[in-house]
């Protein structure tokens, strides 16, 4: 009987404070959220959490490692006084120069250059560090109606900012911010609508 052999990602320490984004916003009330969750982890469990939280990441110029998921975690992690996470790198583009780097990257969907209004930004505007990334409720909302199975969890890279956009045009900034959980349930079944039948991770019915 012929045997298979799963293969384990390549995981490497690596400071938080090195971590590059690749995306210029992340939503504050999800990264409270991890923090929380890091703190009521079992006390002896700190290193079994991290290793099974992998961040993916891309080995860019200057051998600088590049978020491209996970950037939520990553920050909490930093906020909460952890100086090292585990990283795979699932690409090593340390040898092109930054031009061709930021080229390669966004063909890849790798990086999302988009502020906390949904306006596309230059390259050079993407934050240096994790604690440079500003807060987009939008995106906090997004996070929460897929927690409320409002929509499924995709592997399309950035699905919950283009959620985020989707709601950003149909529920007004005042109300989200003054009356948060109200707004998720008014956004689950926007979700679900046929208005959001084009976004990965759309569970309605057609």
Not at 7 to 33: C, F, N, W, Y
């Amino acid at each position: 009987m012929a045997m298979t052999h799963r293969i384990q990602p390549v995981l490497h320490p690596v400071l938080i404070k090195d971590l590059r984004p690749t995306q210029m916003t992340v939503g504050m009330r999800e990264v409270s959220a991890k923090r929380e969750e890091w703190r009521n982890r079992p006390r002896d469990s700190a290193g079994k959490y991290l290793g099974s939280h992998m961040i993916p990441a891309v080995l860019g110029p200057d051998a600088r490692p590049w978020v491209v998921d996970h950037h939520h975690l990553a920050l909490a992690m930093h906020l909460e006084g952890v100086t090292e996470v585990m990283v795979s790198f699932i690409a090593r583009l340390d040898t092109l120069p930054k031009k061709r780097f930021m080229a390669f990257m966004d063909a890849h969907n790798w990086l999302h250059p988009y502020d906390e209004k949904g306006k596309r930004c230059e390259f050079e505007d993407l934050p240096k560090k994790l604690t440079d990334m500003a807060d987009d409720p939008y995106r906090s909302l997004a996070g929460e109606v897929r927690c409320a199975g409002g929509y499924a969890k995709s592997p399309v890279p950035y699905t919950e900012f283009l959620w985020a956009d989707f709601f950003r045009d149909r529920i007004d900034a005042d109300h989200l911010k003054d009356h948060f959980n109200k707004a998720v349930e008014r956004a689950v079944p926007l979700a679900r609508s046929a208005e959001a039948k084009y976004l990965p991770g759309w569970a309605g019915i057609a």
